[in-house]
Structures are given as C-alpha cells and as structure tokens.
C-alpha cells in the first residue's frame, strides 16, 4: 500500500513562499502520477498541480500557474509543491495524491487513488 506524508506548511506571510514535501513509501511510483489538491473551509476541492513521474510532465491550474511550481526526486520518492507570492487565498488545507499511470483527467480527483492527510497552510496579512 502506497502511503503519503505530506509536511511543510504553517504559517506564513502575504506575499511569501513554501515548499511543502509529499513523502511517499510502500511501492514504485515510475509510472505513476502525483497530484496536488487543496480544499478551504466552505469550498469545494481544488486541484492545483499534477506531475507525471516517469516523464516530470507537468499540469497546472489556471489559478496557481506562474506562483506555483510541481516536482519530484525520483531517487527519494518525493513530490514538492514550490508556493510563491502567496496570498491569503491561498490558506487551505493541502494534500498531495497519487494516481496510476498517465491519468486521463489529472485535475479529477476520483483519478487518484492514494491521498495524503493534508497539511494546513495559512497565509496572513
């Protein structure tokens, strides 16, 4: 079973930066793909960011394309999720997922079927 941690948020100020890990165990993810959602009280999931491991393909939202920045370490089975300028919309709970394979809809949640417990980011003024 694959299992995700995902770590780095907290705090943090307008206008500024997080990179928070998604750590993942269990398995390979060669040909799998890892997602980045966040979900704020009140609002609908949201997806972000996917990336394709084998490839390093790369999807974004049209929210967050040009602030945010997805990767991966190949050799340490970890995703990141490079946040810049942020803004206090922003604060949300963010969880990373995994998918197999090339996913036919990466912004579609119901595509992956590993997900991290989230990790809280709030951004203040």
């Known amino acids: 079973q694959v299992r995700l941690v995902e770590s780095g948020g907290g705090f943090v100020q307008a206008g500024g930066s997080l990179r928070p890990p998604c750590a993942a165990s269990?398995?390979?993810?060669?040909?799998?793909?890892m997602g980045w959602f966040r979900q704020a009280p009140g609002k609908e999931r949201e997806f972000l960011a996917a990336?394709?491991?084998?490839?390093?393909?790369?999807y974004y939202a049209d929210s967050v394309k040009g602030r945010f920045t997805i990767s991966r370490d190949n050799a340490k089975k970890t995703g990141y999720l490079q946040m810049n300028s942020l803004k206090l919309e922003d604060t949300a709970v963010y969880h990373c997922?995994?998918?197999?394979?090339?996913?036919?809809?990466?912004?579609?949640?119901?595509?992956?079927?590993?997900w991290g417990d989230g990790t809280q980011v709030t951004v203040s003024s």
């Open positions: 990336i394709t491991w084998r490839d390093g393909n790369t």
């Open positions: 269990g398995r390979t993810f060669s040909s799998y793909t």
């Open positions: 997922a995994v998918g197999d394979g090339a996913l036919y809809d990466s912004t579609n949640f119901e595509e992956y079927s590993y």
